[in-house]
């Protein structure tokens, strides 16, 4: 069976500094990999979007950037936290042209203080 | 643009009552729906989802209805039981594979 896992489950960073937030999958190839992020009371809002290694699409500019370094590894980074990325960030798979049902990681809780 | 609407951000429903939540979206193109659940601090969880070529599709206690013309699905979750409370998601796709959310309804059940 397919399993997603995200680290670390939460995190507290001083606005300037760095972020690197992992997600990896198991027990399937060639996923399609999704990152969203959930404000306080607000859905989610689509991040980034893998189809393959070196193949990532941004939906929403901002100070944040995806990479993929492996088929089934998806990090989420920043060199620089503003107060406004504290959210809820969630990591996502999908079967890519199979199916468009998307299952999602435990996520990461970030507060930028 | 926000082209998934939940116009209920909350919900409250008395056990073994049925739970009735609404979503509306206004792009045409969007041809697959899903609702998510969500608890505090989890990821959401898949629970169904139907295609543009249906109006209905049910699995066990949840049945999601979709009227296309209306731009508009539901899904009614019976009976509602303590375990359904949580956040609920409607999400909708337009063959991209990229799925656009709503904002979430609250559900929560009474005893």
């Known amino acids: 069976s397919q399993t997603i896992h995200q680290w670390p489950a939460t995190l507290v960073q001083p606005v300037g500094s760095p972020l690197s937030l992992e997600c990896t999958v198991e027990?399937?190839?060639?996923?399609?990999l999704y990152w969203y992020r959930q404000a306080a009371g607000r859905g989610l809002q689509l991040l980034f979007y893998?189809?393959?290694?070196?193949?990532i699409s941004s939906e929403v500019p901002q100070n944040l950037s995806a990479s993929r370094p492996q088929d089934r590894q998806f990090i989420l980074s920043s060199k620089k936290l503003l107060l406004s990325d504290s959210g809820f960030y969630l990591c996502?798979?999908?079967?890519?042209?199979?199916?468009?049902?998307?299952?999602f990681g435990p996520g990461t809780r970030l507060t930028v203080t | 643009d926000q082209q998934v609407k939940q116009n209920s951000p909350s919900l409250s429903v008395q056990e073994g009552r049925i739970s009735i939540l609404n979503c509306d979206y206004t792009?045409?193109?969007?041809?697959?729906f899903l609702w998510y659940k969500k608890y505090p601090a989890e990821g959401p969880t898949f629970l169904i989802s139907?295609?543009?070529?249906?109006d209905k599709n049910e699995d066990g206690r949840f049945t999601v209805f979709l009227n296309k013309s209306a731009k508009h699905l539901s899904l009614h979750i019976v009976p509602s039981q303590p375990g359904d409370s949580a956040v609920y998601f409607c999400?909708?796709?337009?063959?991209?594979?990229?799925?656009?959310f709503g904002a979430g309804t609250t559900v929560t059940v009474r005893a």
């Open positions: 996502a798979w999908s079967r890519g042209t199979v199916d468009y049902e998307q299952y």
């Open positions: 027990g399937t190839s060639n996923p399609n």
């Open positions: 893998s189809i393959g290694i070196d193949q």
């Open positions: 792009n045409s193109m969007f041809d697959y």
């Open positions: 139907i295609s543009s070529i249906k």
């Open positions: 999400a909708a796709s337009a063959e991209d594979y990229k799925l656009s």
